[in-house]
C-alpha cells in the first residue's frame, strides 16, 4: 500500500496481490456481480484483467485499487480510477477521460463500501491527482451503480447516453448512461492532466 492511496474508515485501497487472484476469481465468476457486464470471467480471463490493471498502475500511477477489509484483512473487489481504452462520443476530452468503478464481492453489497471507497477515490482524484473532472458510466438497469454515483455527487444528463462501442448496438448491453463530477475549486478546473 502507498501512502498517496486513498482510504477509508473501512477499507484498506492497496495494489494487487497474487493472493487476490482465488477470490477475484470467484468473484468474476458470480452471475450476480457480473449481470451488467456481457460475461462472467475465467480464472485466466481474470488473471488478464489483473495484468492490465496493474500495467495501468504502471503507466499512470494510478488506478482500480484492490479493496480489503481493514479489520479483517478480506479482499472484497476493487474501487479506483481508470482511462478507458475507447472514445467516448459525448466525453468533451476524449483522450483524458478518467472514469471511477467498482466491483465488489455479493456478500459485501448493501454495506456501504462502494459509496465509501468511491467518495475517498473521487477526493483523492481531485485533490491528489488534480483532475478536472471524473466520469462513471453504467447500463440504465443497474441502479445499485446509479445510486453509487449519485451519492457521490455525480450527475447525470440523458444527453450524455452512449452506445458503447466495444458492443454490437443490439447488444442488451450496448445503451450507457454516463454520470460527471467536476472539481469543485476553480484551481483544479484547469483542462485534466492525467499523469503518464
Known amino acids: 500500500m502507498s501512502t498517496h492511496d486513498p482510504q477509508t474508515d473501512r477499507l484498506i485501497l492497496r495494489r494487487w496481490r497474487e493472493s487476490d487472484l482465488a ?3 470467484h468473484m468474476n465468476a458470480d452471475p450476480r456481480v ?3 457486464y456481457p460475461s462472467t470471467l475465467t480464472p485466466v480471463e481474470t488473471r488478464l484483467m489483473i495484468d492490465r490493471i496493474q500495467a495501468h498502475f504502471a503507466l499512470r500511477n494510478f488506478g482500480l485499487w484492490a479493496a480489503e477489509l481493514r479489520d479483517t484483512g478480506d479482499f472484497v473487489g476493487y474501487i479506483g480510477l481508470n ?3 475507447f472514445r467516448l462520443p459525448t466525453a468533451p476530452h476524449p483522450l483524458v477521460n478518467v472514469e471511477i468503478g467498482w466491483r465488489l464481492a455479493h456478500d459485501h453489497w448493501g454495506k456501504g463500501l ?3 471507497g468511491a467518495s ?3 477526493h483523492y482524484a481531485f485533490t491528489h491527482l488534480k483532475l478536472a473532472e471524473v466520469i462513471s458510466f453504467t447500463v440504465p438497469e443497474n441502479l445499485r451503480s446509479r ?3 449519485e451519492k457521490i455527487g455525480m450527475t447525470h444528463n440523458p444527453a450524455d447516453d452512449f452506445d458503447h ?3 454490437p448496438t443490439n447488444h442488451r448491453l450496448s445503451r450507457h448512461v454516463l454520470y460527471r463530477k467536476a472539481a469543485v475549486s476553480p484551481q483544479l478546473s484547469a ?5 503518464a
Request: aromatic share 8%; charged share 10%; proline share 19%.
Open 23 to 25: 477470490p477475484f476469481a
Open 34 to 36: 457480473m449481470q451488467y
Open 83 to 85: 482511462v478507458p481504452n
Open 114 to 116: 462502494a459509496t465509501e
Open 120 to 122: 475517498a477515490v473521487l
Open 147 to 149: 445510486r453509487v454515483m
Open 165 to 167: 462501442p466495444r458492443l
Open 191 to 195: 483542462p485534466s492532466s492525467v499523469p
